[in-house]
């Protein structure tokens, strides 16, 4: 085994391969989890964001419910949960454990205005002793692993990164993602992977993972090797390369590269994702379809120079108009 693919555990849970799957909205439901772990080399996968405010109150409740989408199926799925009062964030914790989750993630990275606006998200990194309190009401609340996803920091004069991972060590969490950019770079801008090796150095009891501009095999060994985290988060690079977990954990284990696959190979998975997520989704099918609109246009379907696939995917309005562009496309 190589040395960088050691097993991640958390808490009482181990992974063979210390590889995850980021939590991102639209994207992260049971059937993109499941394709990226079929193909393979994935090790802990998170759900889409669950709002602990939006399961309290009935207008909100029944959209939100339409999240809980993990399945026994899927082996030990993380539950990402967002919110800024304690006693909120307790009960959603129970209820997603409840309902399955194997272990709990607290969102403290988001930098959506709508949910920073309120405390949540990356918002909690301006207010560390909210965050404790948070994390302190979590771990109490459940007894399977709670986790924490933070940023840098607010802005580039408050990176509280290291602040943050402290307190929610003294807390008991089982690890800590480190996502290496502030909140005010949204996405823009570079990942600073120092941030990840002070979080690493500052809180050796607790396994760190660290994401953030890693979208290759080459990246995802330059991470481990330089910050020492435990673990590697991919996320917008794993959208329409559900290989990509593979690719790295082969390449870290053998050394040897694998070809990116072929359009009819990328057709093949594209269609098995459109199908098991039209099986799977717990969605009305109309929203269902808009869904995978944007799900599989990362998927790159169209000859280099060309867009008439993405132009008729955009326009796809049913599920038999989706069959019938993707199909042709794997042979």
């Not at 990194?125 to 309190?133: F, V």
Request: hydrophobic share 45%.
């Amino acid at each position: 085994m190589c040395p960088l693919l050691r097993p991640l555990r958390l808490g009482s849970l181990t992974w063979a391969t210390p590889l995850l799957l980021a939590p991102m909205a639209g994207q992260t439901d049971h059937a993109f989890r499941q394709v990226c772990r079929e193909q393979g080399g994935l090790g802990l996968a998170t759900s889409e964001l669950v709002s602990a405010r939006a399961l309290k109150f009935p207008s909100s409740r029944s959209r939100t419910l339409e999240l809980f989408d993990w399945r026994p199926e899927e082996g030990p799925v993380a539950v990402q949960i967002c919110g800024a009062e304690p006693e909120e964030m307790a009960d959603a914790a129970r209820e997603v454990v409840q309902a399955g989750a194997a272990v709990v993630d607290v969102n403290m990275g988001c930098w959506v205005p709508k949910v920073a606006r309120q405390g949540g998200g990356a918002g909690l990194l301006r207010d560390p002793e909210r965050a404790t309190e948070v994390l302190r009401a979590v771990v109490k609340a459940v007894e399977v692993p709670v986790t924490v996803k933070i940023r840098a920091g607010w802005d580039a004069g408050s990176l509280s990164a290291v602040e943050i991972a402290r307190r929610a060590a003294d807390c008991g969490v089982a690890g800590v993602t480190v996502h290496a950019r502030h909140a005010m770079q949204g996405m823009s801008g570079l990942a600073d992977w120092q941030i990840i090796t002070r979080v690493v150095r500052a809180v050796p009891e607790v396994p760190v993972i660290g994401n953030g501009d890693v979208t290759s095999p080459a990246e995802a060994r330059r991470m481990l090797v330089e910050t020492g985290c435990a673990g590697v988060m991919i996320g917008r690079a794993a959208l329409g390369s559900p290989w990509v977990f593979r690719r790295v954990e082969h390449e870290l284990r053998t050394g040897l590269p694998l070809p990116e696959p072929d359009r009819s190979e990328r057709a093949t998975v594209a269609l098995h994702h459109a199908r098991k997520m039209l099986l799977t989704t717990r969605i009305p099918a109309s929203r269902a379809i808009r869904k995978l609109r944007g799900q599989l246009l990362p998927y790159a379907l169209d000859p280099s120079g060309t867009t008439d696939v993405r132009d008729a995917l955009v326009r796809i309005e049913t599920p038999e108009e989706l069959m019938e562009l993707l199909t042709p496309l794997t042979k």
